[in-house]
């Protein structure tokens, strides 16, 4: 009995091509193990995409579309929650940060979401030399934040993760490291240090500062 296929198109290539991503990182992208998960020859793929450049930047389209841009209106509240959708959408992605940064990889939506982050600002009532400045510092910090934890998500080897703490006593000895070791088992102690997100602690501080320009 014959094996019907579900039919190929743009948008079904390239949610598995960000699943793939996702699940594996973006080095491990090739049209020819895409093709292969989706049960097609890599050629077939090139009906719906020009490339593997068309192919990222449509990745990185639906990246970006999952970001919440702020309004005119909302105020630094509302650009509070933009930063946070912003920082969630590359937690959940963590190669596209480093893609958004490229020159190449300039795409309409991040051109808009700018757009907005400045608007937001000047709707807030800050002048044009301020909402300079702060456009900047609010967005490295989504995108700089966000370049940080990809490179800190990690999981330790397997021999380590039953002794964490002597792994940490071994790495970073107490005598030689002080307050660098009692850092250390902040990490390894549940508490709650967890319940406050290291992200929105650096947006709020930022975005106080900001408060007192008004």
Known sequence: MAVTRKPLSRDRILEAALAQADEQGID???????????GYEAMSLYNHVANKDDLLDGMLDLVLA??????????LAG???AAISAHESLRRHPWAAGL??????????????????????????????T??????????HII??????????FSPPEEVTSD?????????????YPDLHTHGL?????????????????????LAGLEQKL
Do not use: C, N
């Open 28 to 38: 491990s992208l090739s049209m020819r193990k895409l093709g292969r998960a989706l």
């Open 100 to 129: 958004l940064m490229t020159p190449a990889r300039i795409r309409p939506l991040r051109l808009a979401f700018m757009d907005a982050l400045l608007g937001a600002l000047r709707g807030a009532g800050f002048t044009p030399e």
């Open 144 to 153: 700089g934040f966000s370049l940080w934890q990809a490179t800190h998500d």
């Open 66 to 75: 999952e970001m919440e841009a702020p309004r005119p209106d909302e105020g």
């Open 79 to 81: 650009i509070r929650k």
């Open 186 to 206: 902040q990490h390894l102690e549940p508490g709650t240090l967890d319940d406050t997100s290291a992200f929105e602690y650096g947006l709020d501080l930022l």
């Open 164 to 176: 964490l703490r002597g792994f940490l006593d071994r790495m970073l000895p107490e005598e030689t």
């Open 131 to 140: 909402t300079y400045h702060a456009y900047h510092v609010i967005d490295a």
